[in-house]
């Protein structure tokens, strides 16, 4: 499934995006469940971001944007993906760590 393109300019833009859309997906209600991320690296830069919605009874929901091909890629506790979408324009990592 692709979802309409975004523009996407900051990393906090980035965050709120990913987190509304798990919790919309899985009917949780926003500002309840956390959510940590990771970057993802390759060749000593990164690449691309992990994020992990820590839902109700240790399930976890995750979502990773891939840089190279600018796609956040979204998928539920199965493991199966339900969403694919792709950023007009993404924030940039090089030099910045990311911080939950």
Known sequence: MLADEIRIETVHQLKQYVYHTLCNHE????????MTERVLVRGGHPCGVSFCLHGPRSVKYTSIWETDSNTILFYGAD???????RLLAGPSLEGRQMVA
């Open 79 to 85: 493991g199966d993906r339900f969403l694919k979408t």
């Open 27 to 34: 009917q949780l209600e926003p500002g309840v469940f956390p």
